[in-house]
């Protein structure tokens, strides 16, 4: 063996050491990633429900003319849908036509369910343009621009979309974007609710 040959396989071996880490780093990232998509995620467990909406009092958004709401709204008798919404959330986009559908439902119109939504850490310029192009669906519309609602509500991220009972108890949880496919299961969590009378 010449000397060169065995400078140049240590050498060779620290570059093998040295991408040991890489390696294990794309597996776990590969393993992350094929997880992600995984199971469905909307069935996520929420600690609130059957427990009443927390007490908070949200502002309107400026520029949207439609009022702010808070607890007390929520307790008023009728089934509420509050979906937590940004206007920089891409799935949020994505199941606003959706939500406009069921805005303009006859059937649960004439239940009483209505749509409020909880903008959530969005500029009010932005949400109100989000709304002008896409429509607005929602009954009232109130301002989380720090995010406070949206912890007390235990939001993992948007868009979020709970029903509430007319008592002001939570009754289901949607977590991320309505969807064809997801759509009848969360109608039937509606009409629970408003089969309820609480």
């Known amino acids: 063996m010449s000397e060169t040959t065995v400078p140049e396989a240590t050498s060779l071996r620290r570059?093998?050491?040295a991408l040991i880490p890489l390696a294990a780093f794309l597996v776990l990232a590969a393993l992350f990633y094929l997880r992600l998509g995984a199971g469905d995620a909307s069935r996520i467990p929420s600690a609130l429900i059957g427990k009443q909406v927390p007490e908070f009092t949200l502002p309107p958004v400026a520029g949207?003319?439609?009022?702010?709401?808070?607890?007390?709204?929520?307790?008023?008798?009728h089934v509420t849908?509050?979906?937590?919404?940004?206007?920089?959330?891409?799935?949020?986009?994505?199941?606003?036509?959706?939500l406009s559908r069921l805005a303009r439902d006859p059937a649960l119109a004439a239940k009483g369910v209505?749509?409020?939504?909880?903008?959530?850490?969005d500029d009010p310029a932005n949400a109100s343009a989000f709304l002008r192009e896409l429509g607005n669906p929602y009954a009232m519309v109130g301002?989380?621009?720090?995010?406070?609602a949206a912890i007390d509500w235990g939001v993992y991220g948007v868009p979020e979309t709970f029903v509430v009972k007319g008592d002001g108890t939570i009754a289901y949880k949607m977590v991320g974007p309505l969807s064809e496919q997801a759509l009848g299961g969360f109608v039937e969590e509606v009409e629970k609710a408003v089969g309820s009378r609480q």
Do not use: M
């Not at 509050?82 to 891409?90: E, G, M, P």
């Open 15 to 17: 570059r093998l050491l």
């Open 114 to 121: 209505r749509i409020v939504g909880l903008n959530y850490k």
């Open 143 to 148: 301002s989380d621009r720090p995010g406070r």
């Open 81 to 98: 849908l509050v979906n937590v919404f940004a206007s920089w959330c891409i799935p949020c986009r994505d199941e606003h036509a959706l």
């Open 64 to 77: 949207i003319d439609k009022p702010g709401f808070g607890t007390a709204d929520l307790r008023q008798g």
